[in-house]
């Protein structure tokens, strides 16, 4: 029997990264990348508890340095929500929601996963994620940059990495503020997910989807089950980071804040 008024935070972390060597321990402002976005996300009041799921030792060590509760999956696990499921089970877990909480979002804090998680309790969808408005062109066309599309209840209709919606005979570069002049806003996917728990188990017994496939996007897959995505608007400046520039980046955003 799950509890429902228990939420679990899970932190997938892989040590492998092709873009990025150890992305999960890499150094933001003096704390490995990880630790930063536990330590964020452990202030969030909604989540009862917070832990790390990895597939390496030397994450599983740095943890126990930092006093981070975490269990060691297996390697071969195909994605990261796989990872978080697996955790779930390993640590017999009661908990009515999930939160998938992505290793690689240091910029993300515990106020913000209170506020997705309080409007997503209020809806009546399936899986709660944040989204932020997509503030310059050139994201609009870049493929890391996840899309979607919301209907008038801010669930998601679809998400891509293709430039959604199409603006059909306006100048790319005149696609922005365009949709500002008509009150259509361009927004960016975060991949945070609030998942309850029978969504997850059936995203676990689910084979992946030809959408997802293509897309290279595993939301998809619930997506194409007409699971009800609530899509929480965030104004918060997110930052994934999947690149030394991404790095970089997130660094100078991080010492700019008030200590």
């Not at 492998?16 to 009041?45: E, F, H």
């Not at 899986?127 to 408005?133: D, L």
């Amino acid at each position: 029997m799950t509890n429902s008024n228990k939420i679990i935070g899970i932190i997938p972390a892989r040590y492998a990264s092709t873009r990025l060597p150890a992305k999960p321990l890499v150094d933001i402002c003096g704390l490995p990348m990880l630790i930063r976005v536990w330590q964020n996300v452990s202030q969030a009041k909604l989540l009862d508890k917070v832990i790390i799921a990895t597939d390496d030792e030397r994450i599983l060590h740095i943890c126990k340095q930092f006093g981070a509760e975490a269990v060691l999956t297996s390697p071969d696990l195909p994605s990261g929500t796989d990872r978080i499921y697996a955790a779930y089970q390993a640590l017999c877990c009661k908990e009515s929601i999930v939160v998938n909480i992505q290793g690689d979002e240091p910029l993300l804090t515990g106020e913000t996963i209170d506020k997705l998680l309080y409007n997503f309790k209020l809806s009546n969808s399936d899986v709660g994620t944040i989204v932020t408005p997509i503030k310059h062109a050139d994201d609009i066309f870049n493929p890391s940059c996840v899309k979607v599309v919301l209907d008038n209840n801010d669930n998601a209709m679809y998400f891509s990495r293709s430039p959604i919606p199409y603006i059909r005979s306006v100048a790319k570069e005149q696609w922005l503020d365009y949709g500002r002049e008509h009150g259509i806003n361009f927004w960016k996917h975060t991949g945070v997910y609030a998942y309850k728990i029978n969504i997850l188990e059936k995203f676990i017994g689910s084979p992946q989807s030809m959408y997802e496939i293509m897309e290279s996007l595993e939301q998809l897959r619930l997506l194409e089950h007409a699971a009800k995505f609530f899509c929480f608007k965030s104004d918060d400046t997110l930052a994934g980071v999947d690149t030394p520039e991404d790095l970089a980046l997130v660094s100078t955003i991080i010492n700019q804040q008030p200590q």
